[in-house]
């Protein structure tokens, strides 16, 4: 049976909800639209600027009478970290509780299961910290979100699967002496279906193709995570694309990722992505070859993602951060395999471009304190 306290804090969350997902409210529109007395409404928002989560931002036109202050929320209130460790190197980003990424660097670090690897992590991250150019209280600081190319326990805190490089199976407790908050590890593709359904608010459900070093997925669902019952949902990098096929790194043969990942693209280039892009487009005969069988296999991938889940199908990872100016062409390849659709306009470049994986693992944190505020 809900008590009055129970009844108060889920007043005080919807409000707070409410606002944070406005551009500013009055005080009257949130009386109206969440169906409560002025009088809640005003002690609610007193408790919530106290605690320094709300501000008031000038105010409303007025249509008589004394103009309505603006409320919005105080982004910077609160903090939360995302950390992408790959086999070469570790990206951080600090973002704010409207998901703002405040920091971010990405620096050169191969993974190394030794002590002395755990003890440069901890000096990046903690000059990652000092070096933001918004002063970080690190009480405010609400967790940390890392990020891996590996599968994940359902508690976040163990990896069962983990082929790109060799790590121990402590590798949570390694990390908890050197990250100084609350972390959880999630999978790389995952957290990066996360922040792009975050940014892409008025779109219901995705199906995220990450195409890094390694091909990965997430099939999300509003802000949903589909897992599958081993926590191995959107391993799409292992759907089999050529019987008898390329090596993969699994140890079986024909896999997407053997046909799609990123390193196709930039090892033409001595690991540079980006100047395999500008050579492809420059017109460079060997990038532009190479990039059409590229493509040509990936629209194998996509095809089969779409009449798998009927939804958009949106290219992310390294690869699909380039891909806003091949997606017609691309989409003409998708389109000749589709018995339903002449039209590919459910094929998406990502949105999100920077640091997609850190970023939706730090939104963990976030979506916890929007769902404890009381």
Request: hydrophobic share 40%.
């Amino acid at each position: 049976m809900a008590t009055k306290l129970d009844l108060r804090e889920f007043n005080k969350r919807n409000i707070y909800t409410f606002i944070y997902e406005s551009d500013g409210v009055s005080k009257a529109e949130i009386s109206a639209k969440l169906q409560l007395s002025l009088q809640t409404v005003s002690h609610n928002l007193s408790e919530l600027k106290a605690q320094g989560l709300i501000c008031e931002a000038g105010t409303f036109n007025s249509t008589g009478g004394r103009k309505p202050k603006i409320i919005r929320v105080v982004p910077d209130s609160y903090f939360a970290v995302g950390i992408d460790i790959t086999k070469n190197h570790v990206g951080l980003v600090l973002i704010d509780l409207k998901c703002n990424v405040l920091h971010s660097v990405r620096l050169h670090l191969e993974f190394r299961d030794t002590p002395a690897y755990f003890e440069q992590f901890g000096k990046i991250l903690q000059n990652f910290l000092s070096g933001a150019a918004v002063k970080v209280n690190r009480e405010k600081i609400l967790g940390a979100g890392v990020s891996l190319p590996a599968i994940i326990s359902a508690d976040g805190k163990r990896v069962t699967y983990l082929k790109i490089f060799e790590a121990a199976d402590n590798l949570y407790e390694k990390l908890s002496a050197v990250i100084p908050f609350p972390f959880l590890l999630f999978n790389d593709a995952n957290a990066g279906g996360a922040a792009e359904i975050r940014f892409r608010k008025s779109v219901q459900k995705i199906v995220y193709l990450s195409l890094s070093n390694s091909v990965g997925g997430a099939v999300m669902y509003t802000d949903s995570l589909y897992r599958g019952d081993n926590q191995r949902s959107g391993e799409f990098g292992h759907l089999t694309l050529k019987e008898n096929g390329l090596p993969c790194y699994c140890g079986k043969t024909g896999c997407a990722d053997a046909y799609c990942n990123a390193r196709l693209l930039s090892d033409i280039t001595d690991g540079d992505l980006s100047e395999f892009f500008i050579r492809v487009k420059n017109g460079d005969k060997t990038c532009v070859r190479e990039f059409r069988k590229y493509l040509k296999n990936l629209s194998l991938l996509v095809h089969n993602l779409r009449m798998c889940f009927d939804c958009d199908i949106v290219l992310g990872g390294y690869v699909g951060s380039y891909m806003e100016d091949f997606i017609q062409e691309f989409s003409a390849m998708v389109s000749e395999r589709n018995p339903f659709e002449t039209d590919c306009g459910y094929v998406k470049s990502c949105s999100f471009k920077l640091e997609a994986s850190a970023v939706g693992a730090a939104l963990y944190f976030v979506r916890g304190f929007l769902k404890n505020i009381g």
